[in-house]
């Protein structure tokens, strides 16, 4: 049986797992809704909202039967994803404009970065328009955080920024497979784009001289401004699989990489949206 099989099995049937498992979590993924969005952020974020901070990017819609209703679910998912992908495309264009920032090695991996989420910007704009759906348009962003950073006058700062959205955009993606599974092609395709941000991450990581994965709820020495891209990584159960039984609580969680729900994802990009 095939990955998309898989999911679409995972869609279709009725479990009963728990919450905490990471079927659970997909399934009621939808049940959060606008809800969650206010408790949605750790303490480690939750002082930089402020009343700049706006959550201009959309709350998908829960999936059913009803063609209209998936049609919504799957282009909210959509802009959810483009909003993310805007913030990267800009915050790696700014980057790599700014005169000794980042050192004359590591340019060329920005760079080719950049290349790959400026395509990713043209897919969702090109797959929004093509279902009859004008793309959201870009944000203004602004990545000091109340003056609590300066990314793109300190290369620390920027490769912390820089793991931080996209370890946001790996988990994202997976947040939002129910909502577009009504479109194979998508879904599909959304798959790749995941997979492109893990391998992102894993580089940035590289650089930052960190492990390659996530162990626990830990980022890997980053500062408590970035939790919430973290919260809920410590989990170690999965389909009723207790995964630190044999290798411990590190190991468990590192094998096995949480979703962001939508209120989560929208929590951490309204904190860089002006």
Do not use: C
């Amino acid at each position: 049986m095939n990955f998309l099989k898989i999911l679409d099995k995972i869609a279709n049937e009725d479990l009963s797992f728990k919450q905490t498992s990471r079927a659970g979590a997909l399934s009621d993924l939808t049940a959060f809704g606008k809800k969650a969005a206010a408790v949605a952020i750790p303490l480690g974020l939750a002082g930089a909202m402020s009343g700049n901070a706006k959550a201009q990017v959309a709350t998908p819609a829960p999936t059913t039967g009803n063609p209209v209703t998936a049609k919504s679910a799957l282009t909210d998912a959509l802009q959810l994803a483009l909003t993310l992908e805007y913030l990267e495309d800009d915050y790696y264009t700014k980057g790599l404009a700014m005169t000794n920032l980042i050192p004359t090695a590591d340019r060329v991996i920005f760079q080719q970065i950049l290349k790959h989420e400026s395509a990713h910007v043209a897919f969702l704009k090109s797959t929004l328009t093509s279902l009859g759906v004008t793309p959201g348009a870009k944000p203004n962003f602004n990545y000091t955080l109340n003056g609590q950073f300066s990314p793109m006058t300190n290369y620390t700062q920027f490769l912390v920024l820089a793991q931080a959205f996209e370890d946001t955009g790996v988990r994202a993606y997976k947040g939002q497979a129910g909502n577009v599974m009504s479109s194979q092609a998508v879904l599909q395709a959304a798959l790749q784009i995941h997979s492109v941000e893990a391998r992102h991450a894993s580089m940035v990581r590289r650089i930052r001289a960190q492990k390659g994965w996530i162990e626990g709820n830990d980022g890997g020495n980053m500062p408590s401004q970035t939790n919430a891209v973290y919260a809920g990584e410590e989990q170690t159960i999965q389909a009723g699989f207790n995964t630190a039984t044999k290798f411990g609580a590190a190991a468990g969680s590192a094998a096995y990489d949480e979703i962001l729900t939508t209120a989560q994802t929208t929590a951490i990009a309204s904190l860089f949206i002006q």
